[in-house]
């Protein structure tokens, strides 16, 4: 019996056989075919989209009673803050939740309204409040804090002591760059001067140095961000509640926990070093 010759590379073509492309090789067919074994990826920001939506309940029952719009606006507003700041979409996506967690039990909505800001720093989102979430704060505790920005043109003079003045004149039209900013603090129903913070652009600009992060807001709303610091000078003044002193020890803080209490915050390295001068 004659042996039969095998041809071991029959899936290859032979030499007077060419290349057809009915004829594909075969370990690159398997390199097409083969399934791969990385998990699927999305986008940082449908994750922090897909965070927001699993929270929601959470975000529901953190809000006080009467929240206008309720979880859904909340909810939005988030979002859009994320999309006008795209350094948020280099934090992880806890983070963002918990700083959004921290306005949303103090009844603040963080974005252009000026109440609180969601802040990038080294990868995680921080909660920075807004000088109007403080003047809030402080209207629900019975007191009416006003914050003005002074500009150079205006006629402005303020004495501290014993008997402290402060006497503000606006000047007409083009007022000029603000240079001052102050905070002014009532009682409520009675009226009464609880006290009043000044603060010059060194002073500020001392302040802003030392919060956490860069945060956008102070190139586009540097005045607002500036009365901020004024009116928590102002606040130092008052008979805190809990809180005002809640919302002032979360400033410029990460939250670990989606669930966790305003105050079970931690600061890292982070020290309020806002003394007043």
């Given at each position: 019996?004659?042996?039969?010759?095998?041809?071991?590379?029959?899936?290859?073509?032979?030499?007077?056989e060419p290349m057809t492309d009915t004829q594909p090789d075969l370990n690159q067919a398997l390199a097409?075919?083969?399934?791969?074994?990385?998990?699927?990826?999305?986008?940082?920001?449908?994750?922090?989209?897909?965070?927001?939506?699993?929270?929601?309940?959470?975000?529901?029952?953190?809000?006080?009673?009467?929240?206008?719009?309720?979880?859904?606006?909340?909810?939005?507003?988030?979002?859009?803050?994320?999309?006008?700041?795209?350094?948020?979409?280099?934090?992880?996506?806890?983070?963002?939740?918990?700083?959004?967690?921290?306005?949303?039990?103090?009844?603040?909505?963080?974005?252009?309204?000026?109440?609180?800001?969601?802040?990038?720093?080294?990868?995680?989102?921080?909660?920075?409040?807004?000088?109007?979430?403080?003047?809030?704060?402080?209207?629900?505790?019975?007191?009416?804090?006003?914050?003005?920005?002074?500009?150079?043109?205006?006629?402005?003079?303020?004495?501290?002591?014993?008997?402290?003045?402060?006497?503000?004149?606006?000047?007409?039209?083009?007022?000029?760059?603000?240079?001052?900013?102050?905070?002014?603090?009532?009682?409520?129903?009675?009226?009464?001067?609880?006290?009043?913070?000044?603060?010059?652009?060194?002073?500020?600009?001392?302040?802003?140095?030392?919060?956490?992060?860069?945060?956008?807001?102070?190139?586009?709303?540097?005045?607002?961000?500036?009365?901020?610091?004024?009116?928590?000078?102002?606040?130092?003044?008052?008979?805190?509640?809990?809180?005002?002193?809640?919302?002032?020890?979360?400033?410029?803080?990460?939250?670990?926990?989606?669930?966790?209490?305003?105050?079970?915050?931690?600061?890292?390295?982070?020290?309020?070093?806002?003394v007043v001068e």
């Open positions: 019996m004659t042996a039969r010759s095998v041809n071991h590379n029959w899936n290859r073509p032979t030499e007077s097409v075919t083969k399934p791969s074994n990385k998990p699927a990826t999305i986008s940082p920001k449908q994750a922090i989209k897909n965070s927001v939506e699993v929270n929601k309940r959470e975000i529901l029952n953190a809000l006080p009673d009467g929240y206008v719009g309720g979880a859904e606006r909340f909810a939005r507003t988030v979002l859009t803050c994320v999309a006008r700041d795209p350094n948020l979409l280099k934090c992880s996506p806890t983070s963002i939740i918990g700083a959004a967690m921290q306005a949303a039990q103090l009844g603040l909505t963080p974005g252009v309204l000026g109440e609180a800001w969601l802040i990038p720093y080294g990868g995680e989102c921080t909660f920075q409040l807004g000088y109007k979430g403080l003047v809030a704060l402080a209207a629900r505790a019975g007191v009416t804090i006003q914050a003005h920005t002074v500009y150079e043109r205006d006629e402005f003079d303020y004495e501290l002591g014993l008997t402290p003045t402060l006497h503000h004149k606006p000047a007409k039209g083009d007022r000029g760059k603000g240079e001052y900013w102050y905070a002014v603090a009532r009682d409520r129903d009675t009226g009464a001067l609880l006290g009043f913070a000044v603060l010059d652009r060194h002073q500020v600009d001392k302040r802003r140095k030392a919060n956490r992060g860069k945060s956008p807001a102070w190139d586009q709303w540097y005045d607002e961000m500036a009365l901020s610091k004024a009116v928590r000078e102002v606040c130092r003044l008052l008979p805190l509640t809990v809180e005002m002193a809640s919302a002032l020890a979360s400033d410029g803080a990460v939250r670990t926990e989606i669930d966790a209490q305003p105050d079970e915050i931690i600061a890292d390295d982070y020290i309020d070093v806002e």
